[in-house]
């Protein structure tokens, strides 16, 4: 049976252009749409935006603007950009939709006739810009949002309720029978906890505006814009035959900042709409945050990027190739953890991975096709060596890997596992000396090591292609073959050896990436307005010139000084406050820190290895310095750390690492 796969985005507001915090989450998303086409199913990728509210409503007034005509503008901003992302969304919805509008009002019915709305009046405080209620106990000082920073309001008004409250069990229980629901696992946890701690009904209609769907049988009702948002995942398939064939969503991303909303609230309004448990989404994935100095990258707290380059993914695009971002939000970022935006560490990661690896590995194999006609050599089976086996087996674990990885969804290590095989390509290649065969006339080995390199880069142009579909394509030009056209039912993961044909015409053409040399670098930089100190172009380490065999040289990096751009595009030293520290039972040498990096997602967990030298009290208040982008540790029975301290000495005699003066949480150390 045909596999499906549906794939979601959060529905953006559209209150200003998107940023590429915004676009982090469609890349992802069209990225894992890709990869699964490309294993032949049947797949469905649904963006959009949500275009009701009273902050759009108060949007549209300061901009002297009906809502209706503003939001047809600012929709039409996202959905311009996805194409110069080369994201391919199946589907495109507006929650000012008649089809949407018309799905929500069934649903509401839906969940009246199951008994769930009933008529109230709410008090409590709101924020505009997140378009939700508020607990006291959850504002920062000053009653401000802790997402947004902005005070909240106090409203009074006449409310229709869901009974959320009588959803719990059902939600615990559905968790425990699904623990895929939630990704990753530690938010799972934090999910449970909230439904744990218990729900309360929620307020779903507004009379205080109505620039929303109006709620049937009662029109000076709008609906609460959530209600209305989150079913757009239906709506958009709603009396097709994608209903059918496609629901439920296989994930759904979602920031961090939203999952509560889609972990709890999603399902229990699926559930009172007389959705059974097999018909609730299969996984929502909570992915963390693009920040820029330590702070979430946002529409409301939009400014400079603290010279580390614009925020508009179009400028980015227009500058380094749609491709090259991809890559770099898809490989820099953990799927779930947080990650720094900077235009530097983009222009290495792609100098490095894929300037100076693949683009390399093609460019130096493609000038050997001269002996053979300008062809892909013929490499009878004893001809080949050891080595040339090895390589083939190594591919085929490389794709094993980068599959797994992308269907887990793990895009940084896929992408991970498929450089490193380039690497290995280029080590092949250094090993086997082409140019060394060629000027002894050995052409049956020349013919094996050529259709080996060739090979793997046909291997490696489809495991990029998820991320990097033109870059790949034009790969596969140069080596004489079509673009990728997934096909439902045909599995074109490279699975196999040999998949490029000997005899094959080659193209060979203009180099497929930017060599990013510090010329490029420097306009990159001006263009994109980097500004910071750290970012003065560098000489990047030379690569082996594809025109020159005879020259060839080992292609990776060569072991030598860190320049100070790579030192900070590697690690992040944050100073941290320790909030709480505790002992762990049976953990003689652990501590658990709670650890204030200054993050709008609230304090870290951090274990460390400090219990002989440190009192935990003494450590309550004391500045620390965090190595703050590892991937987390897991240190069993349910420890993960999520960094590391920086610290000298003997276990028992350990000293913490330390600024003389104290400075605010999240400064970065330089
Ligand atoms: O919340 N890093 O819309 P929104 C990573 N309309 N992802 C980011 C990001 C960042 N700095 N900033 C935004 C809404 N995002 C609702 C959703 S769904 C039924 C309704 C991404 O415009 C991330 O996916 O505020 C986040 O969840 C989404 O944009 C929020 O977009």
Not at 113 to 124: C, T, V
Not at 175 to 195: D, G, H
Not at 533 to 557: Q, V, Y
Not at 559 to 581: I, N, S
Request: with cysteine; hydrophobic share 40%; glycine share 8%.
């Amino acid at each position: 049976m045909t596999q499906r796969f549906y794939v979601t985005t959060p529905i953006y507001y559209v209150n200003s252009s998107p940023h590429v915090g915004t676009a982090y989450t469609t890349v992802v998303a069209d990225a894992l749409a890709r990869f699964h086409a490309l294993r032949g199913e049947r797949t469905f990728f649904l963006t959009g935006t949500d275009e009701h509210g009273l902050k759009l409503e108060r949007e549209a007034q300061r901009k002297a603007m009906s809502p209706q005509a503003f939001v047809d503008e600012m929709s039409e901003r996202f959905r311009d950009l996805w194409p110069k992302l080369l994201c391919r969304p199946d589907d495109f919805i507006r929650t000012t939709e008649r089809r949407h509008e018309e799905g929500v009002q069934r649903a509401w019915q839906r969940c009246v006739d199951s008994g769930d709305i009933y008529l109230g009046s709410y008090e409590g405080l709101y924020c505009v810009a997140c378009e939700d209620h508020k607990t006291e106990k959850e504002l920062l000082e000053g009653n401000l949002c802790p997402v947004h920073g902005r005070p909240v309001e106090r409203v009074t008004e006449q409310s229709y309720f869901f009974k959320l409250s009588a959803y719990g069990d059902r939600l615990l229980e559905f968790y425990k029978r699904n623990p895929t629901f939630v990704r990753p696992e530690t938010r799972l946890n934090e999910v449970v906890s909230f439904v744990e701690g218990g729900l309360r009904d929620l307020s779903i209609s507004r009379t205080s505006f109505s620039w929303g769907i109006p709620v049937p049988g009662d029109p000076k009702h709008v609906m609460y814009v959530w209600f209305d948002a989150l079913f757009n995942y239906l709506t958009a398939l709603a009396g097709t035959e994608r209903e059918g064939a496609l629901w439920p969503p296989d994930v759904q991303l979602v920031g961090k900042d939203i999952l509560r909303f889609h972990a709890v609230y999603w399902p229990a309004f699926l559930m009172s709409a007389g959705y059974a448990d097999d018909k609730l989404p299969r996984t929502i994935w909570s992915h963390g945050w693009l920040l820029t100095d330590g702070q979430k990258l946002s529409k409301s707290r939009e400014g400079p990027s603290h010279g580390r380059g614009t925020t508009d993914p179009v400028r980015v695009a227009d500058a380094v190739g749609a491709d090259v971002l991809r890559y770099f939000l898809l490989r820099e970022v953990s799927l779930g953890q947080d990650g720094e935006w900077s235009v530097p560490s983009l222009v290495s990661r792609a100098r490095s991975d894929l300037a100076e690896t693949v683009g390399n590995l093609l460019n130096r194999a493609l000038p050997f096709a001269k002996h053979f006609d300008g062809r892909v050599p013929h490499a009878p089976a004893e001809t080949l060596s050891d080595a040339d086996r090895a390589l083939e087996a190594l591919a085929a674990t490389a794709a094993r890997d980068a599959a797994a990885a992308w269907a887990e969804p793990a895009p940084h290590r896929a992408l991970e596992a498929t450089i490193e095989l380039a690497r290995a390509g280029n080590r092949y290649f250094d090993e086997s000396a082409p140019w060394r065969l060629a000027k002894a006339g050995d052409l049956a080995r020349l013919a094996a090591v050529v259709s080996h390199v060739l090979e793997l880069v046909r291997v490696v142009s489809v495991m990029l292609w998820p991320a990097t579909p033109s870059k790949s394509d034009a790969i596969r030009a140069q080596l004489g073959l079509d673009p990728l056209a997934p096909r439902v039912d045909a599995d074109l993961w490279p699975l196999a050896w040999g998949g490029l044909a000997a005899h094959t015409a080659l193209a060979p053409g203009q180099p497929v990436f930017a060599k990013f040399d510090a010329q490029q670098q420097a306009q990159i930089f001006k263009e994109l307005d980097v500004t910071t100190e750290e970012t003065k172009p560098e000489a990047p380490a030379k690569a082996p010139k594809a025109a020159k065999p005879a020259e060839a040289k080992p292609a990776e990096a060569p072991p030598g000084p860190l320049t100070y751009e790579q030192l900070m595009a590697t690690v992040d030293l944050r100073l941290a406050k320790v909030l709480a520290a505790e002992r762990i039972p049976r953990k003689d040498k652990l501590l658990k820190l709670s650890v204030d990096l200054g993050e709008a997602a609230g304090p870290r967990t951090i274990i460390a290895g400090i219990a002989l030298a440190y009192a935990p009290e003494a450590l309550v208040g004391k500045q620390v310095i965090v190595v703050a982008n590892l991937p987390p540790r897991d240190f069993g029975g349910g420890l993960v750390s999520h960094g590391m301290l920086l610290a000298a000495g003997p276990s028992d005699g350990l000293s913490l690492a330390t600024f003389e003066k104290d400075h605010a949480p999240g400064t970065r150390v330089k």
